[in-house]
């Protein structure tokens, strides 16, 4: 099936990118800003994903409540995700209404109102949302790894904001952060589907030409140190079972050694899925697996790098088992870490991880809605091309490659271990 | 959109085998994969209460060792091609799935009779799988929400058997041996009742033929008819029962009562008043009132569940542990206001609008197809049923819906959950 791919940029600096594809009556328009925690100082941790909020509370075309039920009556679905890099909204419409949601996304990146009253009842909104994801034990460990992993990057801190914050933000910050960031020249769209390209593209400068660009956000630069020690750290809570957090810092995705650390991943870990609709697959042949699950050192195990701009990190996380101690799993971890730093892997083991992500890519592109995030996200870190020779990247690692970025990042004066371990109630009530 | 675009009868193939096994496909032919989907009646009903988890323990063990393939060739050989297959456990039935590249769909139909047929529940993936069970156990009385669920299923259903998950505690668990797991899988794995759903790039009679090779000669004598659950009444009260966890910082509140069973003529009525009530736009009135008015909330939403036997009608939310009074409150009288007046016919447009925009994008993938040839099969809908669907839909009258939510709706009668601090 042919689909045809367009990027171009608007005068006003918006980046659009196109991809028609005519299975379904469908269309998915995404649109990105290069805004996340990466961009936020202490005082105002979490304060992209609580304007990703007020996104949604209304502006005067189109008064909260409206929008959403504007939406759901053209039986669309929307959303927002705000993460380290990014915050980004979508609409997957029936092809013939998606007019809808151009209208709005154009309108709510210059004229969303942010109303006192709208801000004070989305902060218990989202400290509700902190304090259910606080009940998760690997929350509070993930959360202590992260802090311990990056002292200066803002990389330090949870994507939803530390609680503090979160209670003293005021509605000018929000105010402040949304319109330094929301801007055309500071954005994305990546629409995919069943639409004529000229016609949208015509339909784009319409809604979006006219927004004047705005001054290029400051940036921080507060780049992490080399790490120079392992760090260990101890989380205590309810419950009865332990967890193990280890992270390695990694490269940006742009690094030419993110591929050879993707094969290395699959490899270790399993094959990672860079689908967020889609899904991926089971990892009980990795090596990782069979060391720590399979020998009974742990009763699950999972592993994964993720794509950003500056150099974040490789995680495992290991949930021991009942009985055994953390220090027998890190143990084989740190086993299975010497065997790819001494061994060279085989061939076949490249191509086996390039026909895994062949797979998880045809999956992934059933969904129309995932077609459009693959484009937008992409953007972020790298760009459309990153992901179009992502096959080809992975085919020319070398087990050279392999051994040697195993050797250069996953040493561990490098890295984080997290330990939650459970106290039983008497103990936490003294 | 043209309704010819959805599954019909004349681009379903369905085809009963001698054996009673039901082969549904549909080709797509616009993405180079496929998926393999299905179940048959050998679910967690059979359990006793001394063994409960034994039909989720049995399922989770045909994938660790069959007569042909150990544990670590079985997920290689899945593992390397990029594909997925798996089972497990339902009240009813035990369901698999996978999906491959089209050109590996003779491994996931490999997987899927190799596992039904012939599984040799190795010793030591038994002990394996039991530890890793009894952790999963462990980690879900930490979880709020899975325990209000849970809390709220044993108040609803108290003498039904719906009362249990089907997971087992870390008691029943340790009690079942090899021989329970066989005798399970012996006494009740086999052909009749069972469905095999195909989607993707293949042709029908290619992928029936497939089915046919491999489970054409499948019997067992020894195997029960379909379980079947009786009805029963709603609560004679208002019930409530706290689960406390400590060191939460949020309680996961579940609230409800009986819904319509799936077959049920309101069963549409239902599910488009519970939309109106907690699901469209940003979670309907209820998300309205609880998430967007009050704050009080991230997530609050209801949801009709309705199956063979009977359907539970909730709603689901995360609050401080503070705010549980207010919330149990406020969703009250949303359903006060819903029983008393009803919906207005603006809101039922709305939800019928979103109920046949949304059909497309249902419909989009693989799996979302082999689910709705699922659906059509399991409750007998016709093959048409998609696209009569909108037709359905619009026969709603905001009438029925204020009779559907008088009938199942008893603010008196709530049961009432609530699990953290």
């Avoid at chain 2, 925009?357 to 709705?372: C, D, I, Q, R």
Wanted: charged content about 25%; proline content about 5%.
């Amino acid at each position: 099936m042919t689909q045809k791919f367009t990027k171009t940029t608007l005068t006003n600096g918006l980046t659009v990118l196109l991809k028609e594809i005519h299975s379904a009556p469908l269309i998915s328009s995404w649109v990105w800003y290069r805004v996340g925690s990466r961009n936020e100082v202490p005082g105002k941790t979490g304060i992209s994903h609580w304007v990703e909020h007020m996104q949604f509370k209304g502006t005067p075309k189109f008064p909260a409540n409206v929008l959403d039920k504007a939406i759901s009556r053209e039986g669309g679905v929307w959303n927002a995700f705000t993460y380290l890099d990014f915050t980004t909204y979508y609409e997957t419409m029936p092809a013939d209404k998606i007019d809808l949601a151009l209208q709005l996304e154009s309108d709510r990146m210059q004229n969303s109102l942010f109303e006192p009253e709208e801000v004070a009842s989305e902060r218990t909104v989202v400290i509700s949302e902190r304090e259910g994801n606080e009940n998760s034990p690997m929350f509070k460990l993930s959360e202590a790894t992260q802090a311990a992993a990056f002292r200066i990057h803002p990389y330090h801190h949870k994507v939803i904001g530390d609680m503090a914050d979160l209670k003293s933000m005021t509605r000018d910050d929000l105010y402040e952060h949304y319109k330094a960031y929301y801007a055309p020249n500071n954005a994305v769209m990546a629409i995919a589907g069943d639409f004529d390209t000229e016609k949208m593209l015509e339909r784009i400068k319409e809604l979006f030409g006219g927004i004047p660009a705005a001054p290029a956000p400051r940036q921080l630069s507060r780049p992490e140190t080399e790490p120079s020690g392992e760090l260990s750290l101890t989380v205590e809570g309810t419950g009865d079972t332990t967890y193990v957090q280890a992270c390695y810092h990694f490269p940006a995705a742009t690094d030419p050694d993110f591929f050879p650390l993707t094969v290395l991943d699959t490899l270790l870990a399993g094959a990672s899925s860079l689908n967020m609709f889609g899904g991926g697959i089971s990892n009980k042949t990795s090596r990782l697996y069979r060391a720590l699950v399979e020998s009974e050192l742990t009763v699950g195990m999972s592993g994964g790098a993720q794509a950003t701009i500056d150099p974040y990190l490789y995680s495992i996380v290991m949930v021991i088992h009942p009985e055994k101690t953390p220090a027998e799993a890190l143990a084989a971890l740190d086993a299975e870490i010497a065997r790819v730093q001494d061994e060279k892997i085989s061939e076949e083991e490249v191509t086996r991880a390039v026909k895994q992500a062949k797979a998880l890519f045809a999956y992934g592109s059933e969904s129309i809605t995932n077609q459009g995030f693959w484009m937008g996200y992409t953007e972020m870190f790298a760009d459309y091309e990153w992901f179009e020779n992502y096959l080809d990247n992975l085919a020319a690692v070398t087990p050279e490659d392999v051994q040697r970025v195993a050797k250069k990042y996953f040493q561990k004066k490098a890295r984080v271990v997290g330990t939650y371990l459970p106290v039983n109630e008497e103990n936490i009530n003294e | 959109m043209n309704n010819k675009a959805y599954p019909g009868a004349d681009d379903i193939t369905r085809v009963e085998l001698k054996n009673g096994i039901t082969v549904l496909c549909r080709s797509n032919f616009n993405s180079p994969s496929i998926v393999l989907r299905g179940n048959l009646p050998a679910g967690s009903l059979f359990d006793t209460e001394e063994k409960l988890g034994l039909a989720d323990f049995t399922a989770s063990m045909l994938m660790r060792g069959t007569e042909k393939n150990d544990f670590q060739s079985i997920y290689d050989a899945l593992e390397s091609v990029g594909a997925s297959f798996n089972f497990d456990a339902n009240t009813h039935t035990i369901g698999f799935g996978g999906r491959a590249l089209s050109e590996d769909l003779p491994l996931l139909m490999e997987m899927l009779s190799e596992g039904l047929r012939k599984p040799t529940f190795p010793t030591e993936h038994i002990e394996r799988l039991r530890a890793q069970h009894i952790a999963g156990l462990a980690m879900r009385d930490q979880d709020t929400r899975d325990m209000a669920e849970l809390v709220f299923d044993e108040i609803l259903y108290h003498d039904h058997p719906y009362r249990h998950t089907g997971d087992g505690t870390a008691e029943t668990i340790g009690s079942i041996t090899r021989d329970d797991l066989v005798d399970f899988h012996q006494k009740h794995y086999g052909p009749r009742n069972m469905v095999v759903a195909v989607v993707g790039a293949i042709e029908a009679d290619d992928a029936v033929k497939q089915v046919e090779a491999i489970l054409g000669d499948w019997q067992n004598p020894e195997q029960p008819p379909k379980p079947t659950v009786g009805d029963m009444p709603p609560l004679e009260e208002q019930t409530r029962r706290h689960h406390p966890i400590a060191g939460k910082s949020q309680t996961d509140l579940m609230m409800g009562f009986l819904g319509p069973k799936r077959l049920d003529d309101d069963y549409m009525a239902a599910s488009l008043g519970n939309s109106i009530l907690g699901r469209f736009g940003l979670m309907g009135r209820i998300g309205d009132s609880v998430r967007e008015k009050s704050g009080l909330a991230y997530y609050a939403y209801s949801s009709v569940s309705a199956g063979q036997g009977p359907g539970a009608w909730y709603i689901s939310a995360g609050v401080n542990p503070a705010n549980v009074e207010k919330a149990i409150d406020l969703i009250t009288k949303e359903l006060e206001f819903f029983i008393k007046d009803g919906v207005t016919e603006e809101e039922l447009k709305d939800n019928k609008s979103n109920y046949i925009g949304s059909l497309p994008l249902s419909l989009e993938s693989n799996g979302g197809v082999a689910g709705a040839l699922l659906n059509i099969e399991r409750y007998d809908l016709g093959l048409d049923y998609y696209r009569q669907y909108p037709d359905r839909v619009r026969a709603v009258t905001c009438e029925d819906i204020l009779a559907v939510a008088r009938k199942y709706i008893k603010t008196e009668r709530l049961a009432i959950a609530t699990a953290g601090a």
